[in-house]
């Protein structure tokens, strides 16, 4: 029975915690805001970590963002050798869409904290990793089709491609940002991702 309790109460600390860690971030946030989120005392969360920053690294753990790296990275590998236009249909990456989204609603706050709520923790330049990573498989993408000559791309097309991909980080983050039911998020992810892909389709034609 004390067992019991005290899974519960490190339970109620933890969700106190992301709900904290995704409002203000890490830099932001206090022991005594989370205590205050969890309705116990400040020296009751020192029974289960030793700090905050124990505290963050417990709940956002290397498993965990590595396999929202693998995600993200397995939907951009998906389309190499694709017809950009044929590329919204496609099954294989309509699985790869469904994965993410179900990872973002399960894991919603863990998300927005790693993606945007980062300041002043090892994963700091998470979305820059990112960002530039998606980048980097696009021009692949792009070299696997250029004989097909359906994809044309100028400097500044590239440099614009680098703002959009920055922009679809940010406003997935967003979507995270605004709704908490599954169903809203899956819904404004699909509408997101209808107008990215109409864009890039008329940015790179």
Known sequence: MAQTLKEEIRENI????????????????????????????????????RGKEDLFYSLITPDFIEELKSLFRAKMKTADGMELAEMRDYDPMNVRDIALKDFFSRNRLKTIIVMDRNEGTRYEG?????????????????????????????????????????????????????????????????????????????LMS
């Open 126 to 202: 998470f979305k820059e990793e990112m960002v530039e990573f998606i980048i980097e498989t696009a021009l692949q993408y792009i070299d696997t089709v250029k004989d097909k000559r359906t994809i044309t791309l100028s400097r500044i097309k590239i440099d614009l491609l680098k703002v959009v991909y920055s922009n679809l980080y940010s406003a997935v983050v967003e979507i995270l940002k605004l709704y908490s039911k599954s169903e809203d998020i899956d819904d404004a992810y699909e509408t997101l991702l209808d107008y990215h892909f109409f864009g890039i389709v008329k």
């Open 14 to 49: 933890d969700a106190a915690a992301l709900e904290v860690f995704g409002r203000k971030g890490f830099r932001g946030t206090t022991m005594a805001e989370i205590a205050a989120e969890a309705g116990v005392s400040v020296g009751n969360i020192y029974r289960y970590y």
